[in-house]
């Protein structure tokens, strides 16, 4: 499998208030979590840079200081790329190449009505720093993919409705997602005593959280929810159903889903 | 094998002066002559872009239409890529994956003294049209290669002498040039007429003809010379030597040759 993501200063990351090494780590990064969505072993990425030409000497290098460090961590080879200069700002193009396992890759077309909604760990508030500092969920995928029968994945990178939103669209169905279940980030209650808007506002659209939703048949996630076999928390948020479209639950009342996240 | 190359507007093409089309085909073009280069039978093409917010809303349109047209001729999927936007100019990023076949993938490092340096096609003038309209010599490696011991190979996109020292410092070599013998572009000739440098220096020095550049073992070299079984003109240029570095024959006359071309 492959996936490429390019990521833009001013948009993905602002250069001027951030070390480089932590773009470049995330440049990479975003494109680890397409992989882990698909349930794909990483093997290699190849990084394409341009680079502003009145940007410090030292910027190619502190950019593949954090590249090649998650590189390490993962295991994976920097296998190629490009390197450019221009009158622009910054721009790192990164293309990643996966194998899936005997169990084929997980897509994002296979929900089912009646599925569970499973996600790892938490959501909301990421722009306070887990946007940078995210762990690409890999192993757990890997993992979660062996041991049990998930029947469709994605990572949260645009946020939690839209992307769940995706999943519907891929699969021909509908979600119904409990919003008491939705497990809320730190991050979301902080942010939220500033921007006026809820945690759970945060949880649903702020997006960059890079955890996984995943589509499960009933009986293989009450088998995950009781082992916890990742060493994240696996949340179940809702299933999927019949009807198409995002819905919510909340005081026992069925209510549309607005599907907030980051639009490109 | 993998290729990823990144193009910019105002560094690659000036779309403000060309039809998006003829960008978006160059962008994967330049990516198919790298895999020419490797003797590679191109499979698919991943392609990011970074569109401008104020671009006309056809921009991307307009762009695919090149880069379908391109991949439809060489028979290679379009596979996946990523599309962004923002408020600087557009970036068209591309990685192609491609499929060596049971020769192996043809390298920069194995040209040995003795060695025919041979050329395909002609030189210089590129920026007059060329740089958009060249044909990645993707057939016409794999004849070669299939056809033939060839030692080591690059495609010029820097320009003749830049990257033909390439080929040298990977093999450990060097090359001796015979002026005369290198094959000058219409296009050469004109720009010629009002730069004030000669035909040659342009096939020496402007880069992106997206000819490749071979070593091949004399007898070798004799046979295609004699077969000439491309349809594009193959010329032999030069040598490849002990010595170290590039280096002109002219008049009898051995001197050092500029590694003319342009400078990432």
Redesign the interface.
């Known amino acids: 499998v492959?996936?490429?993501?390019?990521l833009?200063d001013?948009?993905d990351f602002q250069l001027g208030q951030c070390r480089p090494c932590r773009a470049g780590r995330k440049a990479l990064a975003v494109n680890l979590s397409d992989l882990a969505a698909m349930a794909a072993q990483p093997l290699?990425a190849?990084v394409?840079?341009?680079i502003p030409r009145d940007a410090h000497e030292s910027l190619p290098r502190e950019l593949f200081d954090g590249i090649v460090a998650l590189a390490e961590q993962f295991r994976i080879a920097i296998?190629?790329?490009?390197?450019?200069?221009?009158?622009?700002?910054l721009?790192i193009?990164v293309?990643a190449?996966g194998t899936t396992t005997e169990r084929g890759p997980l897509r994002r077309n296979g929900a089912r009505p009646g599925d569970a909604i499973l996600a790892t760990g938490t959501f909301g508030g990421s722009i306070l720093g887990h946007h940078f500092d995210f762990t690409p969920r890999v192993a757990e995928a890997l993992q979660l993919h062996q041991r049990y029968e998930l029947h469709a994945g994605i990572d949260v990178s645009d946020g939690l409705a839209l992307d769940l939103g995706h999943v519907c669209q891929e699969s021909g169905c509908g979600a119904l997602v409990q919003l008491d279940q939705v497990p809320l980030a730190e991050a979301a209650y902080q942010l939220s005593q500033t921007s006026g808007r809820s945690p759970l506002d945060h949880a649903l659209g702020d997006g960059e959280d890079f955890e996984l939703l995943l589509a499960v048949p009933p009986a293989e996630a009450a088998a995950i929810l009781r082992d916890q076999p990742i060493g994240v928390p696996v949340t179940r948020i809702g299933q999927f159903i019949d009807q198409p479209g995002l819905w919510s639950l909340a005081d026992g009342m069925r209510k549309p889903l607005p599907a907030t996240g980051y639009q490109?």
């Open positions: 492959v996936t490429t993501d390019t833009t001013q948009v290699a190849f394409s840079l341009v296998a190629g790329g490009d390197t450019n200069s221009w009158n622009g700002p721009v193009s293309t190449l490109h």
